[in-house]
Every structure is written in structure tokens, then in C-alpha cells.
């Protein structure tokens, strides 16, 4: 048995723990419920068995590596302590690195939910044989992560990667963080369920109407099989989603030049019905992609023999991304 | 005497060539003008007579490393060419680099300008305490050069960098990119000419009309006169222009979260002028910026005493940042 590591998924609903051994295999999986309203202490007790059980189970095979937990919001990686989350409110400023390092007596690494998904993707992932990528993370909101010449690049400050807050539109939709018409206002889950009302209320999509009427909430999911199914008013959402996510790709592009920018998150499974808007864009607005575009983008194996072309891919591991890239942090 | 190195700054009007020792000292210079309708093999025969000038002079004291070779346009670092570049019409292909080395016999390297005048910024300048900055320049268009872990960062193409590019305006003015609304359209010396016209026609710019009358051109050095002079027009151009930096900045910062931002070029002179619109557009706009910017950003020592501060600052080593910056390429 090889070493191994402990990868936690730290979410303001779940809460899910895996044993990784340091080649890469999921050893096993314990999936819970975060009980916020407990408090913290709870809910790094409940961590804390889990990784218990784990390494009981493990230990005898190969040596115990630490942990990493990845949570959503900005966290100081440094300090091992969460700054700001939506998610986890009550969080912030508890020392959630140092309580578990006592409780483990292991080494314990705390970063942002979407750069460890970058480097799960980056370790085992679409990103594996490349050493300059991005990940970008399509949820509720947009996460990002930068991986520059191999390894994580966190920023001065553990706050890389904020793709979601780029400018599309200057006098566009307020966003929470302060600014107007940020990416992920018309780019995400939530955009998604606002232009499915919008297209409501405008009379001009009756599916969306009917299925609004019987009940049915506008997850992505269900938006994307109506445009599957030739829905017009699903297709022009995701075709307005594809647009917006190609105008802030263009930016992205067009500042680092990287081999590789890899799409994951729930809402990246939606890419047939926005991936056609979403090149288009991207081609039409960044000087930097047009020049190094492979012929073929939403070809299979993009570029692949084409020397040097930035390629724009989907993620493969899934919601294991996380999981994987936090294991991975007490293993490099 | 130490050893040294060349540095060319091979412009489409003029050509500068300087010997710097490997310490970082100007040793000679010499400016030509490139004599550009001659074609390739002239203008190289003249940088070639001006380096073997001071590689004679200097060889007495320590070993000729090598020259470096800033170019205007799109520029394929590996390969030593120029691919693309509107001030160079004609070197398209030509093999520039391999044709230096064969002459110089000597080791040569072939970079965009943006990127040389960043490295310099880097060694000698602004930025020569960090590890992790961007340099932009703010001449006719915007160029960018990023350092990354203390190092160049080029790109998979060589084409990082091109913050000029990055959108500001969706359905703005066109840009010979190809796309519409680039930050350079509204921020830089062309920007600002073309805001003087503007201002002139409204009417609203009875100052500026007269200079333009008495045939004055418009230099952002002239608008930037009549702006501290108290010209509100002259002002309101250089506003905007702040406005559109400060949202082209809060892109960078949120992508890239780096220490320092180091502001260049002809236009950066302006820096009194534009610097509070552009800061309070940033800070309005950037998530990652208001997290980690100094108490008065406009203070001489910006944060340098706060921890982990967002430094953006003026370029200090004016036009021969690029020469500087050259020259470290063969001694790197």
C-alpha cells in the first residue's frame, strides 16, 4: 500500500471526506452533512471522525501524508483561516487549520474550493500534461485557479484567479462583491435561473412557462435538456451564457497566454449548448486566442497535433476535483 | 570592469543601442534612426556597426555576453522573428535573430518591447524588490509584460501580456484587433488625441479649440498641460482616461491578485492627471483589489509599510527601461 492523504470537500451543505493515495487512486469516500447551525466546533468534530475512521483503516498499508480541506469563499491560505464566505457564516477568523493540526496531529492544508479543483484537475485531470493552466469553475458563482509552470500560483494573497468578477458590461447587473455586470452575473447557475424568469415574464417562452407553472425549479440541468430538445427560449440562454463566459475567456486569454483552460463545475456540463456562442465570442474579441485557435475547437482532440494552440476543454474528474486537489496539498 | 551586454531598442522611427554591464550600469548608447524603407538587412547592418562600436570599447574590460533585442508587434520568442507588427511593415519572417548571431557571433535573443521594458522595470526599477508584477505600457497602444515568481512570464506563445486588448466597452469603438471596446482604444496617447478631437467638435472645449486653431497637435503632453492648468475639458478627458485604465486594471488584479502594477510608457506621465479616476474606478470595480489596497494609494510610499498591499506605481527608469531590460536577457 502506497502513502496516502485525506481530501476534504468543505461545503456550506455538504461535507465530504476522502482517503487519496499519493499516486492518485480514491481509496474511499465518506459523504456528510455540514451541520452548520452546530457551530464550528461541530463540524470539525464531525470532520475529524471521519478522517479518523479513514486513517485507521489506511494507516497499516502506508504512511499518513496530512490533510487539505478546500471551502468555498476567500481564504488565507497562509494563516489557515477562512476571511470571507458566504457559505460558511461564523467562519471567519476561526482558526480551522490549527484546530484540525491539534486534533490530527497531522500537517492540515486550508485553500479556496476552486483552486483546489484547479489542482485536482491539473494532478489527475484534463490538465495533467500541461504545465501553464486555468481552471474555471462554473457553480452558483464562478471560481477559478491558476496553475503557472506546474504548481498553484495563489496570488500575493490567496485571492488569484477571481474570473467571475471580471467586467462584461460596464453598467451591467450589480454584483454581491461591489462591482457592476461581473462575469458571473450572466455566467453561472443563478444567471441561468434569472434568464429563465426574464424569458417568463417576457411571454416569449412558454415551455419555460409551462414547466415554471407545474412546479419544477430552473436548474441548469433542466433549462439545458429543454434547449437539447430544440427549445428556442432555453437555446438563446444558453447561447447568451456561452457569450458571456466567451467575453471574459477573452480577457483571461488575452492576459496570460496559457496552454490550457479547463471548464468544470455542475454548469459545465451544459457545454453543448453553450460552447458553440461561447468560440464564437472568444475568437471575435481576444487578439491573443485567434492567433493560436486550433481549427477544429469543440473537436474531440482539440489541437492535439497542432503544435502549440490554446486549447478550451472540460474538466474530467467531475465533483471529485476538489477532493483529489485537497489530498494533494500535504503531498506535494 | 564587469562584463556587459547590448540592449537594442528597435523602434519603426528610431533605433537605440546601448552597452550595459552586468551590474546594471549604462555604459554608452548610441540612437539611430531606423532607417526602415531601406529594409531588414540595412537597419540590421546599422545595429550591427553600432554594437561592434561598443562591444570594441568595452571588450577590453569583461566578456560581451550576448545582445537583447526589444521589437514592436507580435514577436515568436523561440523562433527569434517577428510574426506580426504594424510599426515594422516588411520583417514579417525575416530571420532577425539568426541573422544577428551570425554576424555578432554572439548569442541573441529577440523579445516584444512591452516584455523587455517590463524585465527592466523589474531588475533595475519600480519593481525590483518583488517577485510578482505586471509592467504596462502606456504609449500610441498598451503593451504588458508579466513577471512571474521572479521570472518573465511569456505566455505558450509568447503573447502574455496583452492587457491593451482585454475589453472595457462591449459594443465600443472598433479595434484593429478585431474586436471592440479594447481598454487601449480609451486609454493611451491615440485615446487621448482622439478624446481632444472629440471635446473640440462638442463645442465644449473652447481652450483646446484654440490650440488646435493655432496648430498645436494634440500630445497628450499638451492636454496633460492644459489639464494642470485647470482646463475642465482638458481634465475630463484625462478622467476617462483614468476611468478606462482603473477598469482595465480591475481585470488584471482580480485574474492575477499580484503584488505590484507598474505603470509605464510615454502616456504614464500623465500620472497626476488620471491617477484619482483611475483609482477610485478600480477600487469600485476590483473584489481583489479593495481587499488588499493601501490607505491612500496615491501616497509616495504606497503601503510599503502595511503588509500585503496592492502597489500600483509609476515606472521609474523612463524610455530606457527597455534598454535595461534588453540587456538582461543575454545574461540571464
Known amino acids: 500500500m502506497p502513502d496516502f492523504s485525506i481530501g476534504v470537500d468543505l461545503g456550506g451543505t455538504n461535507l465530504r471526506i476522502a482517503a487519496v493515495s499519493a499516486d492518485g487512486r480514491m481509496l474511499d469516500k465518506i459523504a456528510l452533512s455540514t451541520r452548520i447551525d452546530l457551530g464550528c466546533d461541530q463540524v470539525v468534530s464531525d470532520m475529524c471522525d471521519a478522517i479518523f475512521r479513514l486513517t485507521a483503516q489506511y494507516r497499516g498499508g502506508g504512511s499518513f501524508l496530512g490533510a487539505g480541506i478546500g471551502a468555498p469563499g476567500i481564504i488565507d491560505f497562509d494563516a489557515g483561516v477562512v476571511r470571507k464566505s458566504a457559505n460558511l457564516p461564523g467562519w471567519t477568523g476561526y482558526p480551522v487549520r490549527a484546530e484540525l493540526e491539534r486534533r490530527l496531529n497531522a500537517r492540515v492544508f486550508l485553500d479556496n474550493d476552486a483552486?483546489?479543483?484547479?489542482?485536482?484537475?491539473?494532478?489527475?485531470?484534463?490538465?495533467?500534461?500541461?504545465?501553464?493552466?486555468?481552471?474555471?469553475?462554473?457553480?452558483?458563482?464562478?471560481?477559478g485557479c491558476l496553475v503557472l509552470n506546474g504548481k498553484a500560483f495563489p496570488g500575493m494573497s490567496g485571492m488569484s484567479g477571481e474570473f467571475g468578477h471580471i467586467t462584461i458590461e460596464p453598467e451591467g447587473i450589480p454584483c454581491g462583491c461591489g462591482n457592476r455586470g461581473c462575469a458571473e452575473r450572466y455566467?453561472?447557475?443563478?444567471?441561468?435561473?434569472?434568464?429563465?424568469?426574464?424569458?417568463?415574464?417576457?411571454?416569449?417562452?412558454?415551455?419555460?412557462?409551462?414547466?415554471?407553472?407545474?412546479?419544477?425549479?430552473?436548474?441548469?440541468?433542466?433549462?439545458?435538456?429543454?434547449?437539447?430538445?430544440?427549445?428556442a427560449a432555453a437555446q438563446r440562454i444558453f447561447r447568451s451564457f456561452g457569450r458571456a463566459l466567451g467575453m471574459m475567456l477573452a480577457d483571461i486569454v488575452n492576459v496570460l497566454n496559457l496552454d490550457m483552460y479547463v471548464l468544470g463545475g455542475g454548469v459545465a456540463a451544459g457545454w453543448d449548448a453553450f460552447?458553440?456562442?461561447?468560440?464564437?465570442?472568444?475568437?471575435?474579441?481576444?487578439?491573443?486566442?485567434?492567433?493560436?485557435?486550433?481549427?477544429?475547437?469543440?473537436?474531440?482532440?482539440?489541437?492535439?497535433?497542432?503544435?502549440?494552440?490554446?486549447?478550451?476543454?472540460?474538466?474530467?474528474?467531475?465533483?471529485?476535483?476538489g477532493l483529489f486537489g485537497a489530498a494533494r496539498l500535504p503531498a506535494l
Chains 1, 2 share one sequence.
Do not use: C
Open 187 to 231: 455566467a453561472s447557475a443563478s444567471a441561468i435561473a434569472r434568464m429563465a424568469r426574464e424569458a417568463i415574464e417576457s411571454g416569449e417562452a412558454p415551455t419555460l412557462a409551462k414547466a415554471a407553472a407545474s412546479g419544477a425549479e430552473f436548474t441548469p440541468k433542466a433549462v439545458y435538456d429543454l434547449a437539447m430538445q430544440g427549445d
Open 275 to 321: 460552447a458553440p456562442a461561447m468560440f464564437e465570442e472568444l475568437r471575435s474579441r481576444s487578439v491573443v486566442y485567434a492567433a493560436t485557435a486550433p481549427a477544429d475547437p469543440l473537436a474531440k482532440k482539440e489541437g492535439a497535433s497542432e503544435g502549440k494552440k490554446t486549447i478550451i476543454t472540460r474538466a474530467i474528474l467531475g465533483g471529485d476535483a
Open 115 to 143: 483552486h483546489v479543483a484547479g489542482l485536482g484537475e491539473k494532478w489527475l485531470g484534463a490538465g495533467r500534461d500541461v504545465d501553464n493552466m486555468a481552471m474555471i469553475t462554473l457553480g452558483t458563482g464562478i471560481g
